[in-house]
T-cell receptor, first 110, second 114 residues
Framework: ELKVEQNPLFLSMQEGKNYTIYCNYS?????LYWYRQDPGKSLESLFV?????AVKQEGRLMASLDTKARLSTLHITAAVHDLSATYFC??????????FGTGTRLQVFP | EAQVTQNPRYLITVTGKKLTVTCSQN?????MSWYRQDPGLGLRQIYY???????DKGDVPEGYKVSRKEKRNFPLILESPSPNQTSLYFC?????????????FGPGTRLTVL
């Protein structure tokens, strides 16, 4: 059974700092997704990672995938307040199901 | 505008009273899915559909039914709701089940079962 773990669960960081959110998963998969959810809102797709070594960047966020280590990272560069949200990773179970991590709640303060 | 719509957005009901949450997408997507979101548990998939008349169970299908008679609609049915189905529900759609494309989420339906 595929399990997806994110850490940290909560992250409070100062504006301008860098940090990384980790997403580990338990069985083989080569498809991983990152989503953002603002409080009281729906989910917004950030990145779709479809192969080992995939790296994608959008603004201050960069996501990467290492399928051999079963690990994806979401790196935040020079954080700003607008990045405050909950971030979810999700992994394709190879059986048409998508398994989500429990989320990382990020708060960026001045 | 490309979107996934859900109705109702908020619903308070009582145990055992059948209800339906509708989901509709205007992007001609083949793949649609229902999730529930609970604090500390992330999102869990309830049911999904790869095309018209093709549905399958996700991780937490007990107590739910779905149907896919038309490509654009994927209603979630709770025949006899119970308090443990109190949750935030999201419908989502994407081009195909390969997930090579972005998955679009609806605005969510907050359900309370008393």
């Amino acid at each position: 059974e595929l399990k997806v773990e994110q850490n940290p669960l909560f992250l409070s960081m100062q504006e301008g700092k860098n940090y990384t959110i980790y997403c580990n998963y338990s069985t083989t998969s080569d498809r991983l997704y990152w989503y953002r959810q603002d409080p009281g809102k729906s989910l917004e797709s950030l990145f779709v990672l479809l192969s080992n070594g995939a790296v994608k960047q959008e603004g201050r966020l960069m996501a990467s995938l290492d399928t051999k280590a079963r690990l994806s990272t979401l790196h935040i560069t020079a954080a700003v307040h607008d990045l405050s949200a909950t971030y979810f990773c999700a992994v394709d179970s190879n059986t048409d199901k998508l398994i989500f991590g429990t989320g990382t709640r990020l708060q960026v303060f001045p | 505008e490309a979107q996934v719509t859900q109705n109702p957005r908020y619903l308070i009901t009582v145990t055992g009273k059948k209800l339906t949450v509708t989901c509709s997408q205007n992007m001609n997507h083949e793949y649609m899915s229902w999730y529930r979101q609970d604090p500390g548990l992330g999102l869990r998939q309830i049911y999904y559909s790869m095309n018209v008349e093709v549905t399958d169970k996700g991780d937490v299908p007990e107590g739910y039914k779905v149907s896919r008679k038309e490509k654009r609609n994927f209603p979630l049915i709770l025949e006899s709701p119970s308090p443990n189905q109190t949750s935030l529900y999201f419908c989502a759609s994407s081009t195909d089940s390969e997930y090579t494309d972005t998955q679009y989420f609806g605005p969510g339906t907050r359900l309370t079962v008393l």
